[in-house]
């Protein structure tokens, strides 16, 4: 039984103390003995992780073979490949692939006291490495059939998103399990007051389109911004000729998607290429960056830098203006503000930092990044 615990050194303290571990309780060696409020523990880990995470993308479909798993690797990568720094979160209990899609098959991750470490892939072309958090990191062997009951997919969330060391994040992918149910309903809920958007992956096809509908609605109900919907296998190209051809007649979709006010950002084509940079462990989009692939998932891409940039310059203008209402900062503004400066691309920090001096004619506001290189 858990007992609530006071720090001794101040009386008035009414948060129960917390030991710092960057893990959940389930993977501590002291938790038979531990006597900390570990409901506290669980959820100081996962707003410590959130709080150095800017824009969340939830990559959904309601029907699985849909491609959810590809989409939201190459928009991962297509992220990666702009600048940003991003981790890709693969919840999908029953089919987790991104260790696949990111060659780390086989691999299986440490824990430490900061938590759980994420497999960083690293290539060439991107500054950051990409940061992926697997239960397929978690299994004895990767061919594990996953049988749990709901109490333990939701654990199984909260590890996902607080057991592991994502670290400061501009974009966390995070690649659902298909369907709206307990596994979506559980995040979302995680997620609630963070900066989250969905991308709908979904195919051409009439069956796939009336679940696509429901996820649709998931996210209207919600009030989750939905970036658009990526169509996954919309045309084939000849691997001979490069001629294109359809599988499946898209009208439907394009109709069913404009009454329902979502955007259709992008058509990836079913092509040979694409399957085999997933299955050697390199998205296309990294790999073969000029290729019609890779063209064809930036416009997702883009929307979802848009979004978070939206989002970004309107907590900066709420910020500035609780700012401006004071005659001077105060520590939680100041925090505030920094963490807020922390979701902006390193590139891009210090000419914000100064212009946002200039809007409070204090010159450049102080640079945290200093004090603490
Ligand atoms: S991780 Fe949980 S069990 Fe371990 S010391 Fe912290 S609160 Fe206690």
Sequence with gaps: MSVSHFPSHDPLALAPEDCGR????????????????????????????????????MVMANKGGVGKSTVSANVAAGLAARGYRVGIADADIHGPNQSRFFGFVGERVRIDKRGLGPRAFRTESIDHPIQVGSLAFMMESDDTPIVWRDA??????HHLIGSFD???????????????GNELITLADMLEGHDVAALLATTPQEVALMDSLKAVRFCQERGMPLLGVVENMAGVTCPHCGGEFHLFPRSHLAAALAEVGVESLAQIPLSPALASGSDAGRPIVLDAPHGPEARA???????????????????????????????????????????????????????????LGALLGAGSLPNNDDASR
């Design 166 to 180: 994502w670290g400061p994040l501009d974009f966390l992918v995070i690649d659902m399990p298909p369907g709206t």
């Design 297 to 355: 998932f930036m416009p997702a891409v883009e929307a979802c830098i848009a979004h978070a940039s939206e989002t970004f310059a309107a907590a900066a203008a709420d910020s500035l203006q609780a700012l401006s209402q004071h005659p001077s900062m105060s520590d939680e503004q100041s925090g505030e503000l920094e963490a807020a400066l922390a979701s902006v691309p390193d590139d891009q920090r210090d000419a914000l930092r100064a212009e």
């Design 22 to 57: 960057g893990h959940a309780c389930q993977f501590c060696p002291d938790e038979a003995t531990c006597q900390l409020e570990k409901g506290h523990h669980e959820k100081q880990l996962i707003e410590s992780r959130l709080a150095r995470i800017g824009q969340i993308i």
């Design 152 to 157: 333990y997919k939701h654990d199984f969330m």
